[in-house]
């Protein structure tokens, strides 16, 4: 139960991190893109809607992922559980859609940045038609794994033979908060492929990604004297930001690796377990702050706004009290007369420390 709870509380606060950044840089993009990153900010959308979809998702399932041999479970203790295993096997059939979807616009995103470098960006049609073919493998992945779940009782069967403390926890008579989904066997073409799709490209991906960032950083440094101090200003935040995105995808090796140490039987402890979901779940949160920091026209406006927020706490602190009264009379001492103020207060030689 403990390790429930604590489990419950980190997704909340992961969630509510990766909601809420998720639902500014929304905004951001559909309000306040520029035409000069048009093309670029479909991208970046793409990464926000994705990633708060998996907030939204992670909140109603909140699994915890049983795996040893061909066997998986899914320990949901999110909102799922109170419309049963349907439920929670179609949130989680479409959370793995939106990791998945992730790791494949993170490598269109990094390659579209090399592109730019040697042709034009391309067109948005154009843009669309690669993005619906990298879209397919996920797809189909989600077609299938509608038909790769067993019954949840053959489940709870698995788990009382192989996890009898798992099972005393989860069984309907103790807690019947607790759903189960997952499958018996993972030898099935539906599971195979998405065990496989899940896990297999993230290696490759990776090679891939850190392949493209060297590329772009040789380009930039070889070019960098010939570039304006301001070319070069913007040239020096592209690095840091091919540098944080190529950081995030190791919380999705983590989170493949500790699958994969239950799946081979391993390592079975459920830190792991919890910790499984909880890895891919930093990702969504950790993906819209390249965009929010790196990406000028969107940093520019919140730090116009924390100014403008800054001020208004400022003025505030230093207005004085006047007890209810106007600026226009107002008493220093309950016991001296009233004093007369013929213009407002000056603020501005006002400093705010």
């Known amino acids: 139960m403990l390790m429930d709870t604590l489990s419950a509380v980190i997704h909340w606060i992961l969630n509510s991190i990766g909601i809420s950044l998720n639902l500014l840089l929304v905004y951001l993009v559909i309000y306040k893109s520029p035409k000069s990153i048009k093309r670029y900010s479909l991208l970046i959308l793409n990464f926000a809607i994705t990633d ?6 992670d909140l109603f399932i909140q699994d915890r992922t049983i795996s040893n041999g061909i066997f998986i479970a899914l320990v949901s203790n999110g909102l799922c559980t109170r419309f049963g295993s349907k439920a929670c096997e179609i949130g989680y059939t479409f959370i793995l859609h939106c990791y998945a979807n992730w790791l494949w616009s993170l490598l269109l995103s990094i390659y579209y940045r090399y592109y730019i470098l040697f042709h034009p960006p391309p067109s948005i049609k154009k843009m669309s038609l690669i993005f619906g073919i990298i879209c397919l493998p996920t797809m189909f992945q989600t077609y299938l794994l509608f038909f790769a779940y067993d019954p949840p009782d053959s489940l709870r069967d698995t788990l009382r033979e192989k996890y009898p403390v798992v ?11 607790k759903t189960v989904v997952g499958a018996n066997d993972m030898i099935k073409w539906p599971n ?40 070069k200003a913007m ?13 995030i995808p190791s ?87 009233k004093i007369e103020i013929d213009d407002e207060p000056d603020f501005t030689n006002t400093s705010c420390v």
């Open 52 to 57: 708060l979809t998996s907030c939204l998702l």
């Open 167 to 177: 099972y005393s926890m989860i069984a309907e008579e103790d807690f019947t908060n």
């Open 192 to 231: 195979i492929y998405a065990v496989s799709h899940m896990t297999v490209p993230i290696v490759p991906c990776y090679v891939i990604i850190l392949s493209f960032r060297k590329r772009i950083v040789d380009f930039l440094e070889n070019h960098n004297e010939a570039l304006s101090r301001e070319k």
């Open 235 to 247: 040239h020096s935040q592209l690095l840091q930001a091919l540098t944080y995105q190529a950081f």
């Open 251 to 337: 919380f999705y090796l983590v989170a493949v690796i500790t699958f994969a140490l239950g799946m081979f039987k391993i390592i079975n402890h459920p830190l792991l377990e919890y910790g499984t979901h909880l890895c891919f779940l930093v990702v969504p949160c950790l993906s819209p702050i390249s965009s929010l920091i790196f990406v000028r026209p969107y940093r520019q406006v919140i730090e116009d706004f924390l100014s403008t927020f800054s001020v208004a706490v400022c003025l505030s602190c230093h207005r004085p009290t006047t007890n209810g009264k106007s600026w226009k009379t107002f008493s220093i001492d309950s016991q001296q007369p």
